[in-house]
């Protein structure tokens, strides 16, 4: 991708952008003047193949559904179904068949929104270029460009290939998307002496997918389809595989927990049977019973529902998940990784200091806005029509501008190069515009570019009155090279080197505090007397700004917050270690000399495990490449964090794949960062995510209140199924059916647990560490109440099944009670899920969700007890109102007694 290689020539290793470009077309076996034949043109791309990304065969739809079956807690749940159906019990068959099914089927909807990062990319790709061969330029289709093609560019075009410059003419390129730099680069043609030079200072490259913004250039291809920098990343998007998330994780490991109780316990009634001599289909009838009440049938379901509720309430607030699981993953997070421009900060370039007049001036005002006022060092406003040095200042900036002020969807926007946009917006603050002044008579004689060489442009102008003026704007450096007064008060100067020290030491200044710098320059010009191969002769300095993208208002609140939840925030940025490390400090992100700041060039002579020794501490990471992002993340993951990674650009996608947690930007993003990540951010702002992770962290909480419901439903079930096997007798009578068993789960008490989503987040929420990865669901005291609650419901209603076939009832008459009973406990039961104190603490009418739910689930329940479908499926019997009664008030003892004893006693574990 790099090294020359181009017409097998053995010329060594060393990279393009560091050789001659007479040597690199030798090398390349080309010629400037004519190019490749095209016997040679073909023999290349037989060779090296097509100038694309390579493509990955999707897994089929089909494949993806039957995967799905794989799961254990269906497979159980497909082995009692089976067993159903080879004993006669058809209608359980088929109920249980379609519980698989629809589980299945939501799984399988989920994943086939299938990832389509690489086909992104490669519609970034050029449709054609123009390209030399045999002495004549000729437009080929991009795929069939071949390395040591000689391709011309122009402004608009897309880069179709990885190009060493071999002219170029006032280029600037756009490689945001590939780099995170926020302006176009300037590109020359010249030789660069650092081999291991970043992908943002290879000056004298051009890359594929980048687009040319201004000038043109003609190039030599040193790389083209899978070896250029984008295949290099498309390769490492396609060797990037997604961790699982932290409640996959969690959901597996319960999914093992729970069958290995179904089988324990199916095990378990076998054994006693066969010692007690009952006969097979009995055996057969309890094992079916069991396998239905250990597994929650519809925890993939609920857990699917809880999840989209979340991300409903997250896209209200400007996060879209992608992907469900993301929505607990925020939850988790204990570091996010940030990119600076656009994130962190505005990605609006702004005149933040300026120096006019021998004074130091500051900015009011935020964005694009041209509202604001400036300034003066004691913090006075200045009185602008008395300021006539910062005034001239500003007007020189506006004329000398390409960039121009205009509204996008209402606001404030730039069209132009952001630098200049904000000389625009600057002056714009004190009601001065180009166009103001060309309406008031300023006459635009001639112009001169910028360019890279030059580092400056300048334009000729008359005024009314008919004197004319060049005004001039460039790097600081070569204005005040050229200067040779300065304007004070009104006067032009002479710049002395006292003068001259004082200037250096404004713009030295201004680069600690991680501003741009920019000068600004006239002269007097005597009407025909301009020099045009060299305009800017004796010209005087007017001023310097100070430009920068600041940090957006609200997120150094927002990083605050995140500290207190104990969620580090890390800054991962293409740009300079000295803007970057500014904006960390005046952000909050890197409050302490012990927090480093590292570069790219220092992550690569450090090893793995170097990285992950200085992960910890680290607070910036500067001009980093995109191998850099994806070391960074695996790093922070080896050492025990959960890391959350934002992006924006095709550089990120490798490294948002690979995160636990990907954040694309959804404003600047590309499509293919979206589509590498796990949520996306409507409004590009770091103050969404902070938020996101309290919203996920309220999820997973609400997530553990269902699985303790839904787990404590399943105990009692159990319990009541085994308390009657081994107190029965030879042939015991189960208290509930199968399809009794299904209905309490899914129906009776699966509606009230589902909406346990819609609960208000506890108060302690961002006052509490990010959980841990190896996080137990079953910790601080989760499986305690879940077994003491689901034994106490389940004894209850076996003691009123028994006492009822004891006065004389008949077995469906009984079996109804127990049902009655293990409904009613579980919709007690359900109250005091809610909270992780006891259901005295928490108001019963908080969730008004909860309360339909509950208030449909017992009308449902009284149609299957009354109703001749009820009598048909489930096998129910119409019972007295005082028995109906009665069972429900029995069944709120144990809730009531153990709410009671674990407040008296303060036992959080109960």
């Not at 400037?32 to 095209?38: I, N, R, S, V, Y």
């Not at 089927?105 to 390209?131: D, H, K, N, T």
């Not at 289909?281 to 509720?309: C, F, H, N, Y």
């Not at 400056?456 to 060049?470: C, K, N, Q, T, Y």
Request: glycine share 10%; charged share 20%.
């Amino acid at each position: 991708m790099e090294d020359i290689e181009l017409a097998e020539s053995g010329a060594g290793a060393a990279p393009p952008w560091t050789v001659p470009a007479a040597a690199l077309l030798a090398a390349a076996g080309s010629d400037a003047g004519t190019g490749l034949a095209e016997a040679e043109a073909a023999r290349r791309l037989d060779l090296h193949g097509e100038n694309r990304l390579a493509e990955t065969a999707a897994e089929p739809p089909w494949k993806l559904f039957l995967r799905q079956f794989l799961n254990p807690l269906l497979i159980i749940l497909l082995c009692g179904a089976a067993i159903s159906a080879v004993t006669g019990h058809l209608i359980d068959t088929v109920a249980i068949a379609v519980i698989v099914f629809l589980n299945a089927a939501i799984s399988f909807w989920q994943e086939y929104s299938a990832e389509r990062s690489l086909a992104a990319l490669r519609e970034m790709a050029a449709p054609g270029a123009l390209v030399l061969r045999r002495g004549s330029w000729q437009e080929i289709p991009a795929a069939a460009i071949v390395p040591g093609d000689i391709v011309r560019l122009k402004a608009g075009d897309i880069v179709p290939a990885d190009l060493r410059f071999l002219e170029a003419h006032r280029l600037q390129i756009d490689e945001a998307a590939l780099t995170g730099e926020s302006e176009p680069v300037d590109k020359h043609d010249g030789v660069l002496d650092e081999a291991g030079a970043v992908l943002a200072d290879r000056l004298n490259m051009g890359f594929m997918s980048t687009i040319v913004t201004n000038g043109s250039g003609i190039g030599l291809a040193t790389g083209t389809g899978m070896d250029t920098e984008v295949g290099h990343i498309a390769g490492l998007m396609a060797a990037a595989k997604e961790p699982k998330t932290p409640l996959q994780q969690k959901v597996d490991a319960l999914s093992h927990v729970l069958i290995v109780m179904a089988l324990v316990t199916v095990a378990m009634v076998i054994g006693i049977g066969v010692i007690k001599g009952m006969p097979l289909t009995d055996m057969l009838g309890t094992a079916i019973s069991l396998s239905v009440a250990a597994i929650p049938e519809g925890l993939p379901t609920v857990v699917t529902i809880l999840l989209t509720l979340g991300s409903q309430k997250m896209v209200r607030s400007n996060a879209l998940a992608r992907r469900l699981s993301s929505v607990e993953t925020l939850g988790s997070v204990s570091v996010i990784c940030s990119d600076k421009t656009g994130t962190l900060t505005q990605n609006q370039m702004q005149v933040m200091q300026l120096w006019a007049g021998g004074r130091h001036w500051s900015v009011t005002g935020q964005g694009f806005a041209p509202e604001g006022a400036f300034l003066a060092e004691d913090g006075t406003e200045a009185e602008i029509a008395a300021e006539k040095d910062l005034r001239h200042m500003l007007m020189n900036s506006a004329l000398c501008n390409d960039a121009v002020l205009t509204e996008a969807e209402g606001r404030p926007a730039i069209q132009g190069n952001p630098t200049d946009g904000a000389l625009v917006v600057a002056a714009a603050k004190v009601g001065i515009t180009r166009d103001g002044m060309m309406a008031g008579g300023v006459e635009k004689l001639s112009a001169f570019p910028f360019d890279s060489t030059r580092k400056m442009m300048s334009l000729h102008i008359r005024v009314p009155g008919g004197d004319e003026f060049l005004s001039a704007k460039g790097a600081p450096d070569v204005i005040l090279r050229r200067a040779t007064h300065l304007r004070l008060a009104g006067e032009e100067v002479p710049l002395d080197p006292a003068r001259r020290a004082e200037v250096e030491e404004v713009i030295a200044g201004f680069g600690r505090d991680a501003l741009r710098t920019l000068a600004i320059a006239y002269r007097r010009i005597v009407p025909g007397e301009l020099d045009h191969a060299d305009p800017e002769q004796q010209i005087v300095l007017l001023g310097i700004h100070g430009i920068m993208d600041p940090p957006r208002p609200e997120v150094r609140t927002a990083v605050a917050e995140a500290h207190a939840a104990g969620v580090r925030t890390v800054m991962i940025t293409g740009d300079h270690a000295v803007t970057a490390s500014a904006i960390a400090e005046a952000i909050g992100i890197r409050t302490e000399l012990s927090q480093t700041v590292h570069t790219g060039a220092e992550l690569d002579q450090m090893d793995d495990a170097a990285l992950e020794a200085a992960v910890p501490k680290a607070a910036v990471f500067a001009r980093v490449t995109p191998e850099h992002k994806l070391r960074i993340v695996r790093a922070l993951q080896q050492t025990g964090e959960v890391a959350s990674m934002t992006g924006d650009g095709v550089n990120d996608a490798p490294a948002l794949r690979t995160a636990d947690i990907g954040v694309a930007m959804g404003i600047t993003g590309t499509s293919v960062a979206k589509d590498s990540s796990a949520l996306i951010l409507l409004d590009d702002n770091f103050s969404t995510i902070v938020g996101a992770v309290r919203e996920g962290r309220r999820i997973y909480d609400n997530l553990l209140k269902f699985v303790r419901q839904a787990l404590t439903a399943n105990v009692a079930e159990v319990s009541v199924i085994l308390l009657a096997f081994l107190l029965m007798g030879e042939h015991p009578v189960m208290p509930i059916t199968p399809l009794m068993i299904l209905w309490v789960n899914l129906v009776s008490d699966g509606m009230p647990a589902l909406t346990l989503g819609f609960e208000a987040e506890e108060e302690n929420v961002m006052a509490r560490p990010p959980r841990p990865r190896d996080h137990s669901m079953f910790g601080e005291g989760m499986k305690e109440r879940i077994l003491i609650r689901g034994l106490a419901i389940g004894a209850t209603s076996f003691w009123v099944f028994s006492t009822s076939l004891g006065a004389g009832a008949a077995e469906a008459y009984a079996q109804t009670l127990a049902f009655v009973t293990l409904i009613s406990g579980q919709i007690w039961h359900i109250f005091d899920a809610r909270t992780t104190s006891t259901l005295f603490r928490r108001s019963p009418f908080g969730n008004r969700q909860l309360l339909m739910a509950v208030a449909g689930s017992v009308l449902l329940s009284l149609g299957a007890i009354y109703t001749g479908f009820g009598h048909l499926v489930l096998g129910t019997a119409p019972v007295d109102l005082p028995h109906l009664l009665g069972a429900a008030a029995v069944a709120a003892l144990p809730v009531f007694a153990l709410s009671g004893i674990k407040e008296l006693f303060g036992l959080k574990w109960l």
